[in-house]
């Protein structure tokens, strides 16, 4: 009787550390589920981001301005544009 009990807890013993649903699959699935939400919160953060971005360009023509400088070079009707070139720095590449 007491080897059947032996084996018993044996048996039991093996499915809870290494069977299907074990405590080392619940480790694992822990860390997963951990290395998730980092990446959620992150992911979160960027659609904040955008969305206030959308949100400024539905808005205002501030940002519509500043993205077509920046990403396009554009100018407005009434300024004047100059490029200065640096002929130093220009004739320390070449060389």
């Known amino acids: 009787m007491t080897i059947i ?6 048996l039991l013993q093996y499915r809870l550390w290494f069977g299907n649903g074990s405590m080392r699959e619940v480790y694992q699935l822990q860390d997963e589920m951990a290395q998730l939400e980092v990446e959620n919160n992150k992911l979160l953060e960027r659609n904040r981001s955008l969305a206030a971005e959308v949100s400024d360009l539905k808005q205002g023509e501030a940002a519509i301005e500043e993205r077509a400088r920046s990403e396009m070079g554009m100018i407005r009707y009434d300024e004047t544009f100059y490029q200065i070139i640096d002929y130093s720095a220009a004739q320390t590449t070449i060389n």
């Not at 009990?5 to 044996?10: E, S």
């Open 5 to 10: 009990f032996i084996l018993l807890l044996v």
